[in-house]
């Protein structure tokens, strides 16, 4: 089930570079002035009006302490009905402080120190963080060329995670970050028959799962055959730009309710209460914005394949099927392993460099599409100028 994007408004058609300057989170302050930044994962949209009002009438009431309630928990779980046709118990539901807040807690609950942890690179960096900081062993199990899971692969991961006798945990992205892939139902009905037969636990990111492109459709894991002993976590945060408010659901499979309870007895695992109102508001009262968004993410992923094809035709780029994340294959530009330095220096344009993502990233950038039309086409415009420029450097 997709959104209809039809007849909806986009909060990117008339934002201003200059009020996007005055922003003082880190997209639009790490870079000088003179870089155009199209990188971390935050988007140029103002906030929806129904979580503003939200936000704003708790401030005047004072109603700033600590969150109580079943309220986020059962928001998610009426979008998910309606947007996916899948149906959880919100009452074995988990809220934590974010999605990686979560990922980290889950590995420790369904997992013991020691057991090896699995990633489907090029992935989202930080899942390489948590093997680091929990001391795990990280199994790879690349993407194919296409930026699909590779069964094969993926068995294999599973088979040397087994050998450790331990709980593997294969942490998926789903839809997948950075590829923008949407994982099919055939796909994820695989992973879980492998994750079942090698005696591995999945844990599903599906935090970018809201901003699915009106040409796909969205599985949730745990809505597959199965997925009893795995979680998934979801927020509002990607969806509607609400990463400076952190919350996020835990959801458990049947069979794993009772482990991830744990995780309400651990400090510093809850999200704040205001938090709680402007992801629940933003679940409940906010689809047309998410719809609108989503409407011109797809104006700008049709947009960004235009401009490279008519400046940097030799730049690969197949438009994701969900998120706004953009991966761009520059390896045939003669730019090295980090275009994204080439780019900085000589076309003043900030991308995620693909290096951090791991196996496969290399020659890769990562481009944020929740932006201004007219940014994605400068953007391009820099890389092209970018390129001409080392060229002649080389020459």
């Not at 899971?149 to 991961?157: I, Y």
């Not at 992973?191 to 699915?212: K, N």
Request: hydrophobic share 40%; glycine share 8%.
């Amino acid at each position: 089930m997709t959104a209809n994007t039809t007849s909806v408004i986009s909060p990117f058609a008339n934002l201003q570079i200059d009020e996007l300057r005055r922003r003082s989170s880190a997209k639009w302050q790490f870079y000088p002035d003179d870089v155009l930044p199209v990188w971390v994962a935050e988007m140029d949209a103002y906030v929806a009006q129904p979580i503003v009002d939200a936000v704003h009438q708790a401030l005047l009431l004072g109603d700033t302490g600590y969150p109580w309630g079943p309220r986020l928990q059962n928001a998610v779980a009426s979008f998910a009905a309606d947007r996916w046709g899948w149906t959880f118990d919100p009452a074995q539901a988990i809220t934590v402080t974010d999605v990686m807040t979560g990922v980290i807690e889950s590995v420790r609950t369904l997992s013991k120190p020691g057991d090896p942890i699995i990633l489907t690179p090029p992935i989202y960096p930080p899942f390489s963080m948590v093997t680091a900081m929990l001391e795990r062993p990280m199994i790879p199990a690349q993407l194919s060329e296409h930026g699909r899971l590779d069964l094969d692969r993926l068995e294999t991961a599973f088979k040397t995670a087994a050998e450790s006798s331990g709980t593997p945990i294969l942490l998926l992205s789903n839809p997948h970050n950075p590829t923008g892939t949407v994982h099919t139902r055939e796909e994820l009905e695989q992973v879980a028959r492998l994750a079942r037969q090698y005696g591995a636990r999945v844990v599903s990111d599906e935090i970018h799962a809201t901003l699915i492109m009106p040409t796909s459709t969205f599985t949730p894991y745990l809505s597959v055959a199965g997925t009893e002993p795995d979680v998934s976590l979801i927020s509002a945060s990607k969806g509607w730009n609400l990463a400076g408010f952190k919350a996020a659901l835990a959801i458990p499979g049947t069979d794993s309710v009772e482990a991830l309870q744990t995780i309400n007895h651990r400090m510093g695992t809850h999200p704040g209460h205001i938090a709680v109102i402007a992801h629940s508001t933003a679940f409940d009262q906010a689809r047309d914005w998410l719809d609108g968004a989503i409407a011109g993410i797809d104006i700008n992923r049709q947009l960004l394949g235009e401009q490279l094809a008519q400046r940097l035709p030799n730049a690969r780029y197949t438009p994701p099927e969900a998120t706004y994340l953009a991966w761009i294959d520059c390896r045939e530009l003669g730019l090295g392993d980090d275009p994204a330095k080439v780019f900085l220096d000589l076309g003043r344009v900030g991308f995620s460099s693909g290096v951090p993502f791991g196996e496969g990233g290399q020659g890769h950038v990562r481009f944020n599409l929740a932006t201004a039309p007219a940014i994605v086409t400068e953007a391009v415009e820099r890389m092209a100028n970018a390129v001409a420029k080392h060229a002649s450097d080389a020459s």
